[in-house]
C-alpha cells in the first residue's frame, strides 16, 4: 500500500487519495523516525538550513547568529529580519523595530526589490511543480515583506521558473538530505540572481499542487 504519514495540510490531502491505492512505498512528512520510505530525514531547522545551503554552495541569502553583525547590517541600510531556528508561515519573523528582534536566533538580510518569488516543488531530484507568488489581498500585508497565504498571497502555477531558480532548488533539497519539499526562491531578474529562503517538507498545497504530488507518488511507487 501507499502509505502517507504526518497531520499536516498536505499530508491529509494526499492520504485521502491512496487509502485504498495499489504500490508499495511510503512518503513521510512528518519527521517521526522512519526507516523507510521518503524523506525518513529528521527535520532540518531555518538555521541549520542556511548552513547547509551555504556549504553545499547553494545561492541563499546572507544571514548570522551574532547580533552585532545584525547590527551594523541595519546601520548600512539592509532590512534585517530576525528569525527563530523552529518557525512556522513566518510568524517568527521581525523587524528591527520590534522589542524581540535582539533575542533572536539568527538574522537574515532581505533582498531588496525589484524581485518576485517562486516556490518550487521538487521530488526525487526532478521538478513537479511551481508557483509564482501573487498578492490576491493587500488588506493582509503586514509591515515586513512576508509572503504567504497569511499576508495575502497566492500561486499561479502556469508560468515556468527560470532554469537556473529550478536548479537551486533541486540543489537545495540535495544538501538538506531531503526526497522532496517545497523550496521557496527570490528571483531578480534584472541581475541574473536566485536566493533559496528555505525548504519546507510539509508544506500547504493546493488542489493543483497536489494532483502533481499525487502523479509523482504514484510514477515512484509503479518504479520502485
Excluded at 115 to 121: A, Y
Aim: glycine share 8%.
Amino acid at each position: 500500500m501507499i502509505k502517507i504519514t504526518g497531520d499536516c495540510e498536505a499530508a491529509r490531502k494526499l492520504r485521502a487519495l491512496f487509502v485504498e491505492a495499489e504500490g508499495d512505498l511510503e512518503v513521510h512528512f512528518d519527521a517521526g523516525g522512519w526507516t523507510k520510505g521518503l524523506n525518513c530525514i529528521a527535520y532540518v531547522n531555518g538555521l541549520r538550513q542556511l548552513e547547509r545551503y551555504r556549504d553545499a554552495s547553494v545561492p541563499t541569502v546572507e544571514f548570522t547568529e551574532d547580533v552585532a553583525v545584525a547590527r551594523r547590517w541595519v546601520r548600512e541600510g539592509s532590512l534585517v529580519f530576525g528569525r527563530d531556528r523552529v518557525h512556522e508561515e513566518g510568524t517568527d519573523i521581525v523587524g528591527p523595530q520590534d522589542e524581540r528582534w535582539s533575542r533572536k536566533d539568527f538574522w537574515s538580510k532581505v533582498v531588496p526589490e525589484p524581485l518576485v518569488e517562486w516556490r518550487v516543488q521538487v521530488f526525487c531530484g526532478k521538478r513537479i511543480g511551481q508557483g509564482l507568488k501573487f498578492q490576491e489581498d493587500r488588506t493582509k500585508a503586514g509591515a515586513l515583506p512576508i509572503r504567504n497565504r497569511r499576508t495575502g498571497w497566492k500561486m499561479t502555477h502556469g508560468i515556468v521558473p527560470p532554469i537556473k531558480v529550478e536548479l537551486a532548488a533541486i540543489m537545495a533539497v540535495k544538501a538538506l538530505g531531503y526526497d522532496f519539499a517545497a523550496v521557496d526562491t527570490i528571483w531578480k531578474e534584472a541581475t541574473r540572481e536566485v536566493f533559496v529562503l528555505e525548504s519546507n517538507r510539509c508544506p500547504g498545497m493546493d488542489d493543483w499542487t497536489v494532483e502533481r504530488y499525487r502523479e509523482a507518488i504514484v510514477r515512484e511507487a509503479r518504479r520502485g
